[in-house]
């Protein structure tokens, strides 16, 4: 069966333009998650959505970013008036329903943003 | 909340020869363990997991894994590295009822010499 798959997997864009970056994830994953990787550092949470349930915004970094959810399907992460510091790669999870127990956390291969 | 902290951003290693990375947590209430791996230009794959089971977790391509309470740590090894080794792996902490979120150390980098 296919994986995460991300598009597109590379994104040059202009500062103050906006971004959007999609996600789909493993079909029949209720849980899907957002995570950002800079140069050099680990891997950032940003965003967790579960089922039906409201989304863990904990993560994100300001009111630029956003992320929305269709369904149990695609997300589609959107980042306006882009900044330098928003270049970094972003990997989208997948899981299986995470009620009472952890589940693995299947990647996706990115997205690399950079922001000129 | 809970941390994790990778001791050393680069490894090197001779083939052949035991590997271990470092990796200590912080958390509040009982963690759940988890060890990627990140081949160049691929996503992040598991390696293995602690969820309170074994505190010894096998996991694939030869890793394993210790959990040690007293010492917070959960290092990594491998007894023979080998080239196909080399690649970035990252330790990682959740909690239940944290929604299951991954919290990621920084990273090492292994390099695997001739």
């Known amino acids: 069966g296919a994986g995460v798959s991300q598009s597109p997997s590379n994104k040059v864009t202009e500062k103050g333009k906006d971004v959007e970056l999609r996600c789909d994830p493993i079909?029949?994953?209720?849980?899907l998650y957002w995570y950002r990787q800079r140069l050099g550092q680990g891997l950032e949470f940003l965003i967790y959505f579960q089922g039906n349930s409201a989304p863990d915004k904990s993560g994100l970094p300001s009111d630029r970013f956003s992320a929305e959810r269709t369904g149990e399907s695609v997300s589609t992460l959107t980042i306006q008036r882009t900044q330098q510091e928003d270049s970094a790669v972003y990997l989208c999870a997948s899981s299986v329903e995470t009620s009472g127990a952890i589940h693995e956390q299947f990647f996706g291969p990115g997205t690399r943003l950079t922001v000129l | 909340a809970q941390s994790v902290t990778q001791l050393g951003s680069h490894v090197s290693v001779s083939e052949g020869a035991l590997v271990l990375l470092r990796c200590n947590y912080s958390s509040s209430v009982p963690p759940y363990l988890f060890w990627y791996v990140q081949y160049p230009n691929q996503g992040l794959q598991l390696l293995l997991k602690?969820?309170?089971?074994?505190?010894l977790v096998k996991g694939i391509n030869g890793f394993e894994a210790e959990f040690k309470k007293s010492e917070t740590s959960f290092h990594l090894t491998k007894p023979s590295a080998h080239m196909s080794d080399a690649a970035e792996y990252f330790c990682a902490v959740s909690i239940t009822g944290g929604g299951n979120k991954l919290t990621f150390g920084t990273g090492t980098q292994l390099k695997v010499e001739l």
């Open positions: 602690y969820t309170s089971a074994a505190t």
């Open positions: 079909s029949g994953h209720t849980a």
